[in-house]
């Protein structure tokens, strides 16, 4: 399904009245320090704390009452099964969560707070895989992929739609890349709102796969997968690849080492709490500044749910 | 020296340029929670991080240039440390601050990053006020007291009156107390501007002077010191007392469990950054909720300057 002008303004007044528009903002002494002019929207902000709420709002409300009729499933480690739950809740369905059981108990714990049924299986893709076939099968539920389904991407292109408007002469955005549903959502939004806009990702070098996949022009796994970022671990999709090497401009690579920098930035300046994920797109930004000295920067702080006992680990105490 | 109606107007213009008007958050599912309906005037995305810069900032802007010529000097192990060193930079003069050598180094590092001169002396009150009457004596810098000042007073209680004008039909205003500058500048404000407006305060058990001291009306020690909100530890003033019996109908304490956990809540489901010190009023609200049921209820979130490395006791990892 190609995804239209009309679709993302369509898919922006279907969701409108379930989701918050997010502030921007902005930060006069991390601007002093890096010489770049940021606007952050603070999609940490957002209903169940994270951007998935549009794509899994805009997914569920377009079903019919036949295929709502058995509720929505998915497999989730994170903030897209607490969008399906909340949508779900919301719409008065059922929705069925696939949870590998490494999730943070934190998502656990909202997904089920939502009134959704969550199903534990093994921390691989195929348990996850296998585990939704038979949820489906048994219950005859709607299937909502995270991020290889157009109906989420166009949600998700809603975001950059709303950035441009409150930064009309924006020359850039950064977004997070993991399996490229809000990458690919941001590269036709900015296509189609605001020609010219330039779109970078930021990938963890943990979970290269984008990176690997931009230069090849086929789905590529990443080399290895450790990373700090742990809303990143997932890999494009032909549909989310075909989008962004058609628009983005790069991605580029940032250590867990500058992602803590860039998150220990973020809570000391701005005084709000984001993911590490979330926060890639801002390191790598600040890695290649000389690429963004002087311009306006667009970073979407993606989501906001963090585990609060992983702190100690991103910021030991000092001995 | 009495403060009026029209000195608390007259520190609003004064500051306005100096300082941001700091937004009021709400938060649906904390208040479906708690059953009370919360305004939190959030002074942690305050200059500085913290309310401190409107006492610092007006009593600095109330000097005369005869006074201003040797800078400006105190004692204080955080906010106001930085509050006025921001305040002497702004201004193009000298900042001393005396820093117990127990502040955060965060602390120390902002104190001087401003371009203050920090000296450095043992962690007790008597050692405080010997090195500071040195430095004053040295330099014939004018010393602000962090709350014992009425123009520190007058200057803090500009946050109410925002607060109340964002919110007017607020039944109920909560600070938290160490030396009572920002409470008693919130019981000025409530007075003037929204006579009936009542004013409570948070207390830390491990602090618990405020408490004594409107009990038995005169300035009491607490009888032990020892709690996470190391913004509080400070004794009430003849001064804050004063204005403080006159006006606040009562304080609350809360134990630094209690704190913790309003911090999590906090952290989770607002997602923004604070220090203990300064959830200490939601946590007493939350303890006390029979108290404030169904009641529109201000929250002065006071600061949001936190060591990161901290984090990891305040919420340990789940062995």
């Known amino acids: 399904m190609k995804i239209t002008k009309e679709a993302i303004e369509l898919a922006e007044k279907t969701i409108k009245p379930y989701i918050h528009r997010t502030p921007v903002l902005t930060n006069k002494s991390i601007n002093e320090m890096t010489g770049i002019d940021f606007y952050f929207k603070c999609e940490n902000f957002q209903k169940i704390g994270a951007f998935k709420i549009r794509g899994?709002?805009?997914?569920?409300?377009?079903?019919?009452?036949?295929?709502l009729k058995n509720g929505i499933a998915t497999h989730s480690s994170g903030n897209h099964a607490q969008a399906l739950a909340y949508a779900a809740k919301t719409l008065g369905i059922k929705a069925y969560i696939v949870m590998p059981k490494s999730s943070p108990q934190v998502k656990v714990d909202a997904v089920r707070g939502y009134g959704a049924e969550v199903i534990i299986c093994?921390?691989?893709?195929?348990?996850?895989?296998?585990?939704?076939?038979?949820?489906?099968?048994?219950?005859?539920?709607?299937?909502?992929?995270?991020?290889?389904?157009?109906?989420?991407?166009?949600?998700q292109a809603t975001c950059v739609k709303e950035l441009i408007e409150e930064v009309p002469d924006l020359d850039?955005?950064?977004?997070?890349?993991?399996?490229?549903?809000?990458?690919?959502?941001?590269?036709?939004?900015?296509?189609?709102?605001?020609?010219?806009?330039?779109?970078?990702?930021?990938?963890?070098?943990?979970?290269?796969?984008?990176?690997?996949?931009?230069?090849?022009?086929?789905?590529?796994?990443?080399?290895?997968?450790?990373?700090?970022?742990?809303?990143?671990?997932?890999?494009?999709?032909?549909?989310?690849?075909?989008?962004?090497?058609?628009?983005?401009?790069?991605?580029?690579?940032?250590?867990?080492?500058?992602?803590?920098?860039?998150?220990?930035?973020?809570?000391?300046?701005?005084?709000?709490?984001?993911?590490?994920?979330?926060?890639?797109?801002?390191?790598a930004a600040i890695k290649n500044a000389p690429l963004f000295k002087g311009k306006k920067v667009g970073i979407i702080l993606s989501g906001g749910n963090v585990d609060l006992t992983k702190f100690g680990t991103w910021f030991p105490a000092i001995k």
Chains 1, 2 share one sequence.
């Open 56 to 67: 899994g709002m805009n997914a569920a409300l377009s079903l019919n009452a036949t295929q």
């Open 122 to 155: 093994e921390a691989n893709q195929a348990a996850r895989e296998t585990a939704l076939a038979k949820v489906v099968l048994e219950t005859g539920a709607e299937f909502i992929h995270p991020y290889d389904d157009y109906r989420v991407i166009t949600g």
């Open 172 to 283: 850039v955005v950064i977004t997070p890349v993991g399996g490229g549903g809000l990458l690919s959502g941001t590269c036709l939004g900015a296509h189609f709102f605001k020609p010219g806009l330039k779109v970078y990702a930021g990938e963890p070098e943990g979970a290269a796969d984008a990176v690997l996949s931009l230069k090849s022009g086929k789905v590529e796994k990443a080399p290895y997968v450790a990373t700090i970022a742990d809303g990143l671990l997932t890999t494009l999709s032909e549909q989310t690849l075909g989008i962004i090497k058609e628009h983005v401009t790069d991605i580029l690579l940032v250590s867990d080492t500058e992602i803590i920098a860039a998150l220990k930035l973020v809570y000391e300046r701005m005084k709000i709490i984001v993911e590490p994920s979330c926060v890639v797109p801002f390191a």
